[in-house]
């Protein structure tokens, strides 16, 4: 299992994942959780407030290669994506939970809900996602991400901490 901080480190490698602000709030051996602040910018519907369906579903497949990742599984890319929304969300901090399905050779699965601050469910959906035989390294290292972090120059190091 890779441990939180590693797994933040690999998640704000994405500028689109710093943007959102995403933060790992939790990660152990049952899952992960993530959370997301609320930002007016993600609203699609000014009448009520809500956010957009894309937002929401990016977190649900964020979260769910995140908690695969988390667990040691080489998770490269969505395969299928499934999302369900439940009810519009219309505050934050959003905070989703994901688990592991299934570990495939070639196919993995991973399900996340995505609460608002009073724990109602606003979003569900499960992934599929394309991984390798074996599992990551106790660093989440492949070359690939190990050259990303290290190109990380302190322009991209200050985007992280400041808010957009």
Known sequence: MIDRERLQEMLNIAPFHRWLGLEIATCSDQGIAITMPWREEIVSN???GSAHGGILASLVDLTGLYTLLAGGVAARATADLHVDYHRPATSGPLTAHGQIVKIGRQISVAETRVLEPDDKLVASGRGAYFSSTGSLDQRGG????????ATQGPATSAARSTPA
């Not at 492949?142 to 972090?149: G, P, V």
């Open 142 to 149: 492949t070359i690939d991400l190990e050259q990303a972090l």
């Open 46 to 48: 000014p009448m009520i």
